[in-house]
């Protein structure tokens, strides 16, 4: 018999209070159960697909592997002892009840012969299973906790006493009136007229039998009470009047509400949904789906709203209600909390990946443009520099090479903002005081803010000691405070203000961030009355390339780099802003514990001159390896060159005494630059080097800690930076 052929359905759901505590038996049971559910489901749907031969065969099928594996089970512990023996007899009156339906099936329809099958099945798995099995198995945990056998039986019997009949009858009950009330519900209308004649027969009797039927309905409604607080969702009956007359453990377990707290209608929803706007919804919303299930003459579809807990929490519920009759309504709840936190972790889960691949992709172009724009400025930077020393004593070219180079150094920092942002730029990360680079970087833009700005500043004395980059913060501050100074032009009284304060772990930060991780953080909040921004462009603003400003006046990097910033920071950044209403930007820097050290003010030093000493040069780039040639030569140095790696190692090997120094380009084809510095110091150990990059200086020698005592330097560098290099490496004052 196949599953496939109708829907299926749960007629006899498996209950708890079935298991016999023995695994292997419980699992033949459920099976049991299934094909029972099975047989209600073909019956429902006056299925064609069934064959009673068919059915009797795998009834004989089943009993006899499970009656074997039972026997197997309780021998070892009763061999023969009476109540095992009996227990045989009621498998063999099952097998022998079995064949009995099976022949008197011939005289019966179709459907009355699955009816008797699932009501003997459903009558034996009550006395069966409840009686016999549990008791059988609790007498075995008995045994197996050390009891005689006849002191376990005794133990088992004495557990069961007294409610074990009561039990029986409710499973029964709940059973039969369930799989009934499922199985007529989803009858064909054929079926439905003859139910209809059958209730009027039962009207010309109900008179006599009103004595006798109210006793009844108060047992079956106790036995219901029962029934709806095994039932493992949560569930409310109401009556006509909208008085609430039940609610199950599950209920009140989830909910955190009791009769006594909604005994109406009426007051569960103003305990469930306080906010009025809201309640208003919910109630429109339901109006209206019962409005069409009345005109459809369709079951009230299921509908979810927002429930408000006891406890002040909010769990998503879906709702399905309808009434069964009787002065009686019920509503059956299910928890969708959890489902749908899932769901909203998932899809962001998914967006964030998204970036993530988009981002990526960005930084990969980034990286490609920033090397060969670095490239480019070496070249000029390298040509200025030469061109100041022949021409040092005209003034006038002096002035136009210092513009040149003030240009190159300006680009210099865009492709810097390029690369922060790809999270390739050059980040060395150290103690400082973040009030005090704050305080610095004011000092700067106060010459850019104009005069009809207010500019408030509050900055806390302490000091805030965190792990950063100046520079970056520095980059981080220009930023924000250019965007606020073009959001407030044109408007009336603009004004920017910038705060610097601690928050501690006590502290409410926002409704995103409202629990941190127990430490301190320092609080960096720039605030502005200007333009302010729609939620739409405030859920694009730190998109790459993005601007909302006019063509020529944003880069739409600004805010990206801001955010590569924090992020390096291990920081977090909200944003707070309303249409004409201004903006509100706070960001937090993780605190930290250890004392600053104060920098130690560097000497301005002149440009090193060298005395003949050897140096091989490779690079790729034909520009910057000229440029670099001819810097070399002009501090006295004796300069080979190679256009790559191999090149470079081939120079090398012919004579490795030649050479003080090798300055090789980290990137190059065909061998890169560690490739062959590896190589050269295979060949000999005391040869020193300088790398240059257009990357990150800090991590370009991360993979390779021998090579960390070597000097880095950034392209474009200036003449001090690589003098500083090449008096370390070799060891010369300057």
Same mark, same amino acid.
């Given at each position: 018999?196949?599953?496939?052929?109708?829907?299926?359905? @749960?007629?006899?759901?498996?209950?708890?209070?079935?298991?016999?505590?023995?695994?292997?038996?419980?699992?033949?049971?459920?099976?049991?159960?299934?094909?029972?559910?099975?047989?209600?489901?073909?019956?429902?749907?006056?299925?064609?697909?069934?064959?009673?031969?068919?059915?009797?065969?795998?009834?004989?099928?089943?009993?006899?592997?499970?009656?074997?594996?039972?026997?197997?089970?309780?021998?070892?512990?009763?061999?023969?002892?009476?109540?095992?023996?009996?227990?045989?007899?009621?498998?063999?009156?099952?097998?022998?009840?079995?064949?009995?339906?099976?022949?008197?099936?011939?005289?019966?329809?179709?459907?009355?012969?699955?009816?008797?099958?699932?009501?003997?099945?459903?009558?034996?798995?009550?006395?069966?299973?409840?009686?016999?099995?549990?008791?059988?198995?609790?007498?075995?945990?008995?045994?197996?906790?050390?009891?005689?056998?006849?002191?376990?039986?005794?133990?088992?019997?004495?557990?069961?006493?007294?409610?074990?009949?009561?039990?029986?009858?409710?499973?029964?009950?709940?059973?039969?009136?369930?799989?009934?009330?499922?199985?007529?519900?989803?009858?064909?209308?054929?079926?439905?007229?003859?139910?209809?004649?059958?209730?009027?027969?039962?009207?010309?009797?109900?008179?006599?039998? /009103?004595?006798?039927?109210?006793?009844?309905?108060?047992?079956?409604?106790?036995?219901?009470?029962?029934?709806?607080?095994?039932?493992?969702?949560?569930?409310?009956?109401?009556?006509?009047?909208?008085?609430?007359?039940?609610?199950?453990?599950?209920?009140?377990?989830?909910?955190?509400?009791?009769?006594?707290?909604?005994?109406?209608?009426?007051?569960?929803?103003?305990?469930?949904?306080?906010?009025?706007?809201?309640?208003?919804?919910?109630?429109?919303?339901?109006?209206?789906?019962?409005?069409?299930?009345?005109?459809?003459?369709?079951?009230?579809?299921?509908?979810?709203?927002?429930?408000?807990?006891?406890?002040?929490?909010?769990?998503?519920?879906?709702?399905?209600?309808?009434?069964?009759?009787?002065?009686?309504?019920?509503?059956?709840?299910?928890?969708?909390?959890?489902?749908?936190?899932?769901?909203?972790?998932?899809?962001?889960?998914?967006?964030?990946?998204?970036?993530?691949?988009?981002?990526?992709?960005?930084?990969?172009? /980034?990286?490609?443009?920033?090397?060969?724009?670095?490239?480019?400025?070496?070249?000029?930077?390298?040509?200025?520099?030469?061109?100041?020393?022949?021409?040092?004593?005209?003034?006038?070219?002096?002035?136009?090479?210092?513009?040149? @180079?003030?240009?190159?150094?300006?680009?210099?920092?865009?492709?810097?903002?390029?690369?922060?942002?790809?999270?390739?730029?050059?980040?060395?990360? +150290?103690?400082?005081?973040?009030?005090?680079?704050?305080?610095?970087?004011?000092?700067?833009?106060?010459?850019?803010?104009?005069?009809?700005?207010?500019?408030?500043?509050?900055?806390?004395?302490?000091?805030?000691?965190?792990?950063?980059?100046?520079?970056?913060?520095?980059?981080?501050?220009?930023?924000?405070?250019?965007?606020?100074?073009?959001?407030?032009?044109?408007?009336?009284?603009?004004?920017?203000?910038?705060?610097?304060?601690?928050?501690?772990?006590?502290?409410?930060?926002?409704?995103?961030?409202?629990?941190?991780?127990?430490?301190?953080?320092?609080?960096?909040?720039?605030?502005?009355?200007?333009?302010? $921004?729609?939620?739409?462009?405030?859920?694009?603003?730190?998109?790459?390339?993005?601007?909302?400003?006019?063509?020529?006046?944003?880069?739409?990097?600004?805010?990206?780099?801001?955010?590569?910033?924090?992020?390096?920071?291990?920081?977090?950044?909200?944003?707070?802003?309303?249409?004409?209403?201004?903006?509100?930007?706070?960001?937090?820097?993780?605190? +930290?514990?250890?004392?600053?050290?104060?920098?130690?003010?560097?000497?301005?030093?002149?440009?090193?001159?060298?005395?003949?000493?050897?140096?091989?040069?490779?690079?790729?780039?034909?520009?910057?390896?000229?440029?670099?040639?001819?810097?070399?030569?002009?501090?006295?140095?004796?300069?080979?060159?190679?256009?790559?790696?191999?090149?470079?190692?081939?120079?090398? $090997?012919?004579? +490795?005494?030649?050479?003080?120094?090798?300055?090789?380009?980290?990137?190059?084809?065909?061998?890169?630059?560690?490739?062959?510095?590896?190589?050269?110091? @295979?060949?000999?150990?005391?040869?020193?080097?300088?790398?240059?990059?257009?990357?990150?200086?800090?991590?370009?020698?991360?993979?390779?800690?021998?090579?960390?005592?070597?000097?880095?330097?950034?392209?474009?560098?200036?003449?001090?930076?690589?003098?500083?290099?090449?008096?370390?490496?070799?060891?010369?004052?300057?």
């Amino acid at each position: 018999m196949t599953d496939d052929t109708v829907e299926f359905f @749960e007629v006899f759901p498996w209950n708890p209070n079935l298991a016999t505590g023995i695994e292997k038996i419980d699992e033949q049971h459920k099976q049991l159960i299934h094909l029972l559910n099975k047989l209600a489901s073909h019956i429902a749907y006056q299925s064609e697909d069934i064959v009673l031969e068919e059915v009797f065969d795998e009834l004989v099928a089943y009993t006899d592997y499970h009656f074997k594996t039972e026997e197997s089970i309780w021998e070892p512990y009763f061999k023969d002892d009476q109540r095992f023996t009996s227990h045989q007899v009621t498998h063999q009156s099952f097998i022998t009840n079995l064949l009995k339906l099976k022949n008197e099936s011939a005289d019966k329809t179709f459907t009355q012969s699955l009816y008797d099958i699932l009501k003997f099945l459903t009558h034996w798995l009550a006395y069966h299973i409840l009686d016999s099995d549990i008791r059988m198995g609790k007498t075995i945990q008995a045994i197996d906790s050390g009891l005689s056998l006849e002191r376990a039986k005794e133990h088992a019997d004495h557990e069961l006493s007294g409610s074990m009949k009561v039990l029986i009858e409710t499973v029964l009950n709940m059973y039969d009136t369930l799989s009934e009330r499922t199985l007529d519900l989803m009858k064909e209308k054929n079926e439905r007229k003859h139910m209809e004649m059958a209730l009027k027969k039962a009207n010309a009797q109900l008179e006599s039998r /009103v004595s006798t039927r109210t006793k009844e309905l108060v047992e079956s409604e106790n036995r219901f009470r029962s029934l709806i607080n095994l039932a493992p969702l949560p569930i409310c009956a109401y009556d006509d009047d909208l008085n609430i007359t039940l609610l199950n453990e599950k209920f009140v377990s989830l909910l955190g509400y009791n009769l006594e707290d909604i005994p109406k209608l009426k007051d569960w929803w103003y305990a469930a949904y306080p906010d009025q706007e809201y309640r208003h919804h919910v109630a429109d919303t339901w109006r209206s789906a019962e409005e069409k299930s009345t005109r459809l003459g369709i079951t009230l579809e299921p509908l979810e709203f927002k429930v408000t807990c006891k406890d002040g929490t909010v769990r998503d519920i879906l709702f399905n209600s309808g009434s069964v009759g009787n002065n009686l309504n019920l509503v059956i709840l299910h928890d969708l909390t959890e489902r749908n936190h899932m769901e909203e972790a998932l899809i962001s889960s998914q967006e964030q990946f998204y970036q993530a691949q988009k981002n990526e992709a960005i930084g990969a172009l /980034v990286g490609g443009i920033a090397h060969d724009f670095n490239n480019m400025l070496a070249g000029i930077a390298g040509n200025v520099f030469l061109t100041k020393l022949e021409h040092q004593n005209n003034p006038s070219t002096i002035e136009k090479l210092d513009i040149i @180079e003030e240009i190159s150094f300006r680009a210099t920092e865009m492709i810097r903002q390029l690369l922060i942002f790809a999270r390739k730029g050059d980040v060395s990360l +150290q103690p400082l005081s973040l009030s005090l680079v704050i305080k610095e970087t004011i000092k700067f833009l106060r010459s850019s803010i104009p005069e009809n700005i207010t500019f408030n500043q509050n900055i806390i004395s302490d000091e805030l000691p965190i792990i950063g980059n100046a520079t970056q913060l520095h980059q981080l501050l220009m930023n924000l405070v250019n965007n606020a100074r073009d959001a407030v032009e044109g408007r009336e009284n603009p004004c920017i203000s910038i705060e610097v304060s601690l928050k501690s772990p006590e502290a409410k930060i926002d409704k995103n961030h409202a629990v941190l991780d127990g430490s301190s953080y320092a609080h960096l909040r720039v605030e502005d009355n200007g333009c302010g $921004m729609t939620e739409d462009i405030r859920n694009q603003i730190f998109e790459p390339f993005f601007s909302t400003k006019d063509p020529g006046k944003g880069t739409g990097l600004g805010l990206p780099m801001v955010f590569g910033v924090i992020k390096t920071h291990n920081g977090f950044i909200d944003v707070e802003s309303a249409e004409g209403e201004g903006t509100i930007i706070n960001i937090y820097f993780p605190l +930290q514990n250890e004392p600053l050290t104060p920098e130690k003010p560097t000497k301005t030093k002149r440009t090193l001159q060298a005395n003949g000493e050897r140096v091989l040069v490779a690079d790729d780039d034909k520009a910057v390896l000229d440029i670099s040639r001819r810097i070399l030569e002009a501090m006295n140095f004796s300069v080979t060159v190679a256009s790559d790696g191999q090149e470079a190692l081939d120079i090398f $090997m012919k004579n +490795q005494k030649a050479f003080d120094l090798v300055i090789l380009d980290i990137v190059m084809p065909k061998l890169g630059g560690v490739e062959t510095a590896m190589k050269m110091l @295979e060949a000999r150990s005391d040869i020193k080097f300088i790398f240059q990059t257009g990357y990150d200086r800090d991590s370009a020698l991360n993979n390779m800690p021998s090579l960390k005592k070597f000097s880095v330097i950034t392209k474009p560098y200036t003449s001090m930076e690589l003098s500083s290099a090449l008096s370390k490496q070799l060891g010369l004052n300057y």
